[in-house]
T-cell receptor, first 113, second 112 residues
Framework: KAGVTQTPRYLIKTRGQQVTLSCSPISGHRSVSWYQQTPGQGLQFLFEYFSETQRNKGNFPGRFSGRQFSNSRSEMNVSTLELGDSALYLC????????????FGQGTRLTVV | ELKVEQNPLFLSMQEGKNYTIYCNYSTTSDRLYWYRQDPGKSLESLFVLLSNGAVKQEGRLMASLDTKARLSTLHITAAVHDLSATYFCAVDRRNTGNQFYFGTGTSLTVIP
């Protein structure tokens, strides 16, 4: 059974640019959540998508957005990149929404220069 | 806002020794999760604790949950080098989807 796939694995962008990250959940899973991991702030919830709808959103500026497609694949977009956006972005796949176990992808390491 | 605290933040222990990592959280939560993360890698699910008094064991790791005390423990028995990693606990709340609140993490180093 394939796990959670995130692409790309590594990314280097310049301040002011925008970036799109992709996540393919485990087959049959309908919930995809995104987290940002930094040494200073730890693991922070960005948002969750379930059945193509944003279910929940963390405390991040509007520059961070996402979407989910009918096949449950999800993308997140960060516009007008700042140096502080450099982080490991992790995608979590769950069968359903609401108190269910989450399985994480390998992450995308974003570096903003 | 729900806060999750872990201690210790750093733990260096010798092989063969026992130790416990503590996870406290600030508001009511029914479920608690333990994850392991190796350097540069993703989070690996270790345990899902669903109710008060739940205890789960896998190899040298045992996790327990006391919802009344808002406390979970991860006990390491006879540590081996392969257990060196960062361990995170996380909780969620009812009716908030799959929004996990993570602890700060405990970086464990097992010394031969």
């Amino acid at each position: 059974k394939a796990g959670v796939t995130q692409t790309p694995r590594y990314l280097i962008k310049t301040r002011g640019q925008q970036v799109t990250l992709s996540c393919s959940p485990i087959s049959g899973h309908r919930s995809v959540s995104w987290y940002q991991q930094t040494p200073g702030q730890g693991l922070q919830f960005l948002f969750e998508y379930f059945s193509e709808t944003q279910r929940n959103k963390g405390n991040f500026p509007g520059r961070f957005s996402g979407r989910q497609f009918s096949n449950s694949r999800s993308e997140m977009n960060v516009s007008t990149l700042e140096l502080g956006d450099s982080a490991l972005y992790l995608c979590a796949s769950s069968l359903w929404t609401g108190n269910t176990e989450a399985f994480f992808g390998q992450g995308t390491r974003l570096t903003v220069v | 806002e729900l806060k999750v605290e872990q201690n210790p933040l750093f733990l260096s222990m010798q092989e063969g020794k026992n130790y416990t990592i503590y996870c406290n959280y600030s508001t009511t939560s029914d479920r608690l999760y333990w994850y392991r993360q190796d350097p540069g890698k993703s989070l690996e699910s270790l345990f899902v604790l669903l109710s008060n008094g739940a205890v789960k064991q896998e190899g040298r790791l045992m996790a327990s949950l006391d919802t009344k005390a808002r406390l979970s423990t991860l006990h390491i028995t006879a540590a081996v080098h392969d257990l060196s990693a960062t361990y995170f606990c996380a909780v969620d709340r009812r009716n908030t989807g799959n929004q996990f609140y993570f602890g700060t993490g405990t970086s464990l180093t097992v010394i031969p």
